[in-house]
Each structure stands twice: as C-alpha cells, then as structure tokens.
C-alpha cells in the first residue's frame, strides 16, 4: 500500500503572502519578482494565484526559503480570504 498525499499540490503562494506581517509584504514581493524574473502585477499575480503555465522546482524552493526567513513555513495554497 502507498502513501497517497491528501492535499493537491498548488502553486498559488497567496496563503504564504497572506501570513506575512504586513511590513514584511514588500519586500517579500520583491524577492518573488526577483526570483521569478517578472516585472509586471499582472506577471506576479498570475503565479500568485497559481495560473502560471510554469513554475520549476528550483523557483518554488527558492520561494519557499525566502518565506522561511519571515516565518511562514507552508505558503502554498490559497489564502482563506480568497
């Protein structure tokens, strides 16, 4: 028997932006603009919300770790208030 993950892998990082302290919102984003070499809300929001047709692995840990830092360990899914 296998061990099924119950919970769909998203690559919405909206739940992790939600859970930052809102003094940490900025620069936050601008390390994810930096990461995802994006220059536009638009660009930045489609991955946001997890529409991005692409998002390597190496992105998404580097993403992950950059959360890390202000706290938030799971920031993948979509925030409750969505």
Known sequence: MTKQNTTPFT?????GLS???V??????KAGIYAI?????KQSFARYADGK????DVDK?????EL????????PWGRANNC
């Open 11 to 15: 690559r919405s990082f909206r739940k």
């Open 19 to 21: 859970e930052l302290r």
């Open 23 to 28: 003094k940490d919102v900025p620069t936050v």
């Open 36 to 40: 995802l070499g994006v220059g536009t």
């Open 52 to 55: 991005a047709p692409t998002l």
């Open 60 to 64: 998404a840990r580097r993403i992950e």
């Open 67 to 74: 959360f890390a830092q202000y706290g938030v360990t799971q």
